[in-house]
Each structure stands twice: as structure tokens, then as C-alpha cells.
């Protein structure tokens, strides 16, 4: 699995913000309470206790993401996830996923910019069997041309599905790639095909052996477990891999941008127009490096909800309720990544009316907000609606597996998770309207338009 599309990795992030933590008015179901440790080989353990059943998700995130490829080797990470289910000294090729479901359970990985996971969910009492499993291909991966070889044909397939023959996507690998001109955050997670079609057994093995040991991994267990019972098994599998002294990331960064850009994309397949705008923003671990608050994500997070988070929300109302010039509409933060965050902008005009006169009302929307705020009562009912948000979505283990995971892996600590609702309680219309005034600046922004035939 992969997190192609920038889309896809907005919507991770909503789910992994500011709509999965619970705060005042939760008392029906309390906050998950993490316990954790670390192994002496470096690697950190997370437990999330869950005893309404006695089933468990373990999961495995690797701190290494399409963001840390070698220059002219993109799609080198998420290609190594796929052949990390190609076997090792004990279990043959093919194997690994057919034995979790033979212990009736169920696996998958997926890769991002910034890391790379696996999980299993399982019953409680198999779980030392996919600790081993799991434990054992972190350090014995075996790989020949002849898996490697097909299994790169399987990528260039799955590339022409998911990207070449969906003009959105390719779009949205433009606006990525015009968004950071330094950065690798502006190339695909899936990988440029005519980079893909040259990578081989070597790049995939000097992958790994640069990124993958337990020193550079973070394992989190949550279900029917406490930390008491998990620590043994984790010294059992995991204590014993020896740490591969893996150094700190170092990622070239983006100049700064100093003008507004703007693109169009004409493709036959494409049934209706669609507006789209990305803003540069600050992230969570941004904001926490340069230990000071003004990029405010906290309160990016409430802007993205006011603006274009729900029914209720400012262009939803102007936009398709009152002018009806369009037919959808929506704004989103992603404030879960290692580098930058971007703050998002999207709708899709009405049935004869012109992209032109729905852009020009989205920027009216935007003029208004900046000249004269959001309100209290904005703001209050944009919280209320992210934490009831966040109540619902205690009720998946795995998704709390993926929310600790997403935000740990890219810069936050387990304490700043905890203190997501209390920090998200706190913010104000003042706060609000400062971050609004930093990030929706016109040279920081990307403006692209997707259209229906040739130019």
C-alpha cells in the first residue's frame, strides 16, 4: 500500500490531528493512556492499551520515507516495502502474508514521505508469531534478481494504475513538484517511472541496509496488552537484533519562496474542471524545533476546520450554499510531517460556471477572512466538532496504532500527543487570525487548475 497523492496524505493527517484526540465532553470513553519503553538497542516501544477485546495491532514504523531516497532513486522506499514480503532465511518468498492468515489474521505496509510501516492484526495469543516473523526480516531479508526484478514490473503496473492513467493524480505530482523546488517532499512517493524502471537488487539492499535495524524503528502494540507483558516479547525478538549504528536524517531544504505559482493541466479524460491551491505552512515538528509558536499549527488546525472543514464551514456556506458556484469545496491541514506542512484549498464549480468566477469567490472568501477575522463562536464550534470527531475514532485499536505511529514518526513526542486536546482547547480567535495572516500569503502559494480536453 501507498500514500501516492498529497491528497491522500491530507486526509492521513486530518484523521491523525485534529480529528482523532478527545477532550472536555469525552468522559464517556477516557483518552487512551501509552505506556512505553525502549529496548538498549535503541529501538522505542509503545503500548496502547485496549482490553475490550483480546485481539492486538502490531506494528512496526521504519523512520524512513520517500523524503530520504538517494537522488535519482525515487521510489526506492515504497519498492523495498514491497520486497520486504519476499522472504528471508526462514520464511520463503510470498510466505510472510500467507502465514499471518493462516493465524487468522490480517497484514499490510504502506509507505509516506516521511516513514514506512507494517502491521499485523491478530489475536492476542499469536502475537509472539508475528513478533518473530517480523523481527526476522528487519535484520534477514534475502532478495535475487529474480524477485526483485518482477516484483519491479508489479510497481511500474501499479504506477500506470494508480498515477499515468488518473489525470488528478498525475496533477497532483505537478503541483507537488512546483510546490518544492528543493525539497523532496516535491517528488512521488511511488517514484518518476523513468527512475523506477532502473532500480535494481543493489539499490534495494543498500536501502535497507542504510535504514532498516532497530536502532532507526519504533514498535507499537496496541489491543488486549500492557506494557508488563509486551516487554519481555520485545527483548525476546527484538532486544536481541544488534543496533546498525544508522545515522540522522539530512534532507536538503527550500529556498524561500518568493512568488506565487500557477499551473493548468488540459486532459481528455478529465469529465469536470477542478481548482485546487497549496499554501507552504509551518508543521507540528517545525514549530516544536524552533521552539517558538509562530507558525501556530494548533491553530492552523481550527482555520482549516472553519474555512473548509465541514457543512458549516465558511466556503462550503459562500460557496455552494449562498453564490452556488460550486459544487464542492473543502480546505485541510497537514501539519503531520518531518519538514513542511502545507495547507490545502479544493472545490469544483457548478455546472456552467467557469473556473474564473469560482476562483474569484474563493478569493473573496479569503479577503474577507483576513480583513476581519473568525469569531469566538467559530472557533468554539470548530473545536467541539473535532473532538467529537475524536471520541468516535478511539473505537479502532489500529487507528490509534496509526495516529501514535503518523505522529511520532515525524518529529512528536508521546507527551505531545497526550496534550493534543488541552493545546487545541487553548487556541483563540487571535491565534486563529494570526496564523491565517502568515500562511495564506500569496507568494506561498500554488494555484492549479485541471481541465477537460487539449489546449
Known amino acids: 500500500m501507498i500514500r501516492t497523492l498529497r491528497i491522500a496524505v491530507v486526509l492521513a493527517a486530518a484523521l491523525c490531528g485534529a480529528h482523532l484526540f478527545p477532550g472536555a465532553g469525552a468522559a464517556a470513553r477516557p483518552w487512551v493512556q501509552p505506556e512505553s519503553f525502549a529496548l538498549k538497542n535503541g529501538m522505542q516501544v509503545i503500548v496502547l492499551p485496549d482490553h475490550r477485546a483480546p485481539v492486538v495491532t502490531h506494528m512496526v514504523w521504519y523512520k524512513v520515507g520517500a523524503a530520504d531516497e538517494m537522488p535519482g532513486k525515487s521510489g526506492i522506499a515504497h519498492f523495498l516495502e514491497h520486497l520486504m514480503f519476499k522472504g528471508t532465511g526462514k520464511i520463503p518468498p510470498g510466505e510472510f502474508s500467507k502465514s499471518v492468515a493462516r493465524l487468522g489474521g490480517n497484514d499490510n505496509a504502506f509507505t509516506s514521505y516521511d516513514y514506512t510501516a507494517y502491521f499485523q492484526h491478530v489475536a492476542l495469543e499469536k502475537l ?7 523481527a526476522d526480516r528487519m535484520a534477514n531479508l534475502r532478495l535475487t534478481d529474480a524477485v526483485v526484478l ?18 488528478a493524480a498525475l496533477f497532483s505530482e505537478q503541483l507537488d513538484a512546483a510546490q518544492f523546488l528543493s525539497h523532496p517532499y516535491g517528488q512521488p512517493v511511488i517514484g518518476w517511472r523513468h527512475e523506477i524502471e532502473q532500480l535494481n537488487t543493489e539499490d534495494a539492499l543498500d536501502h535497507y541496509r542504510r535504514h532498516y535495524g532497530p536502532d532507526n524503528a519504533i514498535l507499537i502494540v496496541a489491543g488486549d496488552i500492557t506494557a508488563a507483558t509486551l516487554r519481555p516479547l520485545a527483548e525476546k525478538y527484538y532486544g536481541v537484533l544488534a543496533p546498525r549504528g544508522i545515522p540522522a536524517r539530512a534532507r536538503p531544504q527550500e529556498p524561500p519562496q518568493l512568488a506565487s505559482r500557477h499551473l493548468e493541466m488540459f486532459d481528455d479524460r478529465v469529465p469536470e474542471p477542478s481548482w485546487q491551491r497549496s499554501y507552504l505552512a509551518p508543521s507540528h515538528h517545525q514549530m516544536t524545533a524552533a521552539q517558538n509558536t509562530s507558525g501556530d499549527p494548533y491553530a492552523l488546525e481550527v482555520l482549516s476546520q472553519i474555512l473548509g472543514g465541514s457543512a458549516t464551514s465558511r466556503l462550503y456556506r459562500e460557496l455552494i450554499i449562498e453564490k452556488a458556484v460550486a459544487t464542492s469545496a473543502a480546505s485541510s491541514y497537514q501539519g503531520t510531517a518531518l519538514d513542511y506542512g502545507q495547507f490545502y484549498l479544493q472545490a469544483m464549480p457548478r455546472i456552467g460556471r467557469s473556473v474564473a468566477e469560482l476562483e474569484e469567490e474563493i478569493e473573496k472568501v479569503l479577503a474577507q477572512l483576513l480583513k476581519d477575522g473568525v469569531t ?7 473545536k467541539r466538532q473535532m473532538i467529537a470527531s475524536a471520541v468516535y475514532a478511539q473505537d479502532s485499536q489500529t487507528t490509534m496504532a496509526q495516529i ?22 487553548a487556541v483563540t480567535p487571535e491565534r486563529v487570525n494570526a496564523a491565517a495572516k502568515a500562511v495564506l500569503r500569496p507568494e506561498n502559494s500554488v494555484t492549479g487548475v485541471l481541465l477537460p480536453g487539449k489546449k
Open 128 to 134: 509472539p508469531e508475528v513478533m518473530a516473523m517480523e
Open 150 to 167: 518482477p516484483e519491479r514490473d508489479v510497481i511500474l503496473e501499479e504506477r500506470n494504475s494508480r498515477i499515468d492513467n488518473n489525470p
Open 376 to 382: 469566538a463562536d467559530e472557533v468554539d464550534r470548530a
Open 404 to 425: 501514535f505511529g503518523q505522529m511520532l514518526l515525524t518529529g512528536s513526542s508521546v507527551e505531545d500527543i497526550v496534550a493534543w486536546p488541552d493545546r487545541i482547547q
